[in-house]
């Protein structure tokens, strides 16, 4: 009998296989329908996304990676999360995109045909289903076979290989998504081989943010899903207060409680969790969480749930630990949301996308003023010169929000930061003031507060709609749903 091939290094997880073994493994295996629904949910809406986005470049092959898998430590690897454009144009959401490539292939007469480059179920005739533990069918789960991907999207599948021959193949005018893929990259980014389109128009990753920007109804739905899904967590968070209040790292609970709900619910979540707890809260993307929580701090947790169809939620709570805001702490939280206020004042269609910042700052910068932190008025603050405000404000009061957290990011700022507001859009309005421990422009008792209010909104017909109305911003309002959780 012929010894088993030992490998050539140390791995304690893939054992040696013996011809004998591995003969064995291949025989005598049922067919298996593919797990899940038959069609992707967003089946019906992507032939009319792709459209659109090939209408812009006549003639040309697009090509949109879904990216690749990410070494975490190893021989493990991050949680895969297709890109963005890929996911919204194919409507494959899942872990098992790894490598997979959707080709827009001009047909010579100003349309396009896509072609979805995919890895398929592997053969239980070869040995990849149980050897391969990044791609095998034993190791990670079972993909879709060529066939099957083409009844769930709607799209003609062709197997990865063919990918790469047709790369080597003479190229028409290629665009492409970089940074996506590094085989892609080389394979395209190489311009001596590909001719560039000229005049070059809009990136094709431009022409996606934009179109992008507006939400139809099923998108709106989705994020509504995600809004949902988050404000149950908050409240799981609520409740688990006393238990996160005794732990050494409560943040840890925290983070792990609004986790574990979104996992309850069958999501998870669709950005890290920010649980800052006293002045952690002034670091803007405190995802560490490995701090206490004290009964009188107030504690900022951002947080907000992605489900399956990739749409996330982004919503942030200032939460008083005692359940009840000192007068200093209401104070200042008041002014944030007065300032969160004067922003989703500011929200409807025509208006300009700066508007709702401008006037969340103005509030933020009159009430800093009056406090006697800026020492001079508002308006000479707020100049563009200037900006003293952003000391204690930092950042943006707000973003697009969709299947990125922060949305539509490579768009063109005509259309979005320089841009109108229109219906369908979905954005974030979230003020915040951020009063650095040591900032000695700061009276003493001001010093390490961090407060932000953060709510999702949906542009309408003639104004805004607050898709994250059932959480309380009111301090009042939060004091009462702590207190009815907290009993519950
Ligand atoms: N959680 C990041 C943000 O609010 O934009
Ligand atoms: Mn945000
Ligand atoms: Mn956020």
Known sequence: MTEPRLPLHTSSHDLPVSPALDTFMRAAWADTPLPGGDRVPARDLTPARRARVAARFPGERLVIPAGTLAVRSNDTDHRFRPHTGYAWLTGLTGEDQAGHVLVLEPDGDARHEAVLYLRPRSPRTGGEFYRDRRYGEFWVGRRPGLAEAAGLTGVRCEHLDAWEKLMTGSQPPTRFIAGVDPAVDVWLGDARRIPVPRPAPAGLDTVISELRLVKDPWEQGELQRAVDATTAGFEDVVRSLPRALAHPRGERVVEGVFGLRARLDGNGPGYATVAAAGAHACVLHWTRNDGPLKRGQLMLLDAGVETDSLYTADITRTLPLSGTFTPLQRTAYELVLAAQDAGIAALRPGARFRDFHQAAMRVI???????????????????????????????????????????????????????????????????????QPDDETLPRELRGLGIRIEDDLVITADGARLMSAALPRTPDGVEAWMAGLLES
């Open 365 to 435: 910068a009159d009430g800093l003023h009056d406090w006697g932190v800026l020492p001079m008025p508002a308006e000479e603050a707020l100049s563009a010169e200037n900006g003293f405000h952003r000391r204690y404000t930092l950042c943006s009061s707000g973003h697009m929000l969709g299947m990125d957290l922060h949305d539509c990011a490579q768009a063109r700022a005509g259309a979005y930061l320089d841009g109108v507001l229109e219906p369908g859009q979905v954005l974030t309005v979230e003020p915040g003031l951020y009063l």
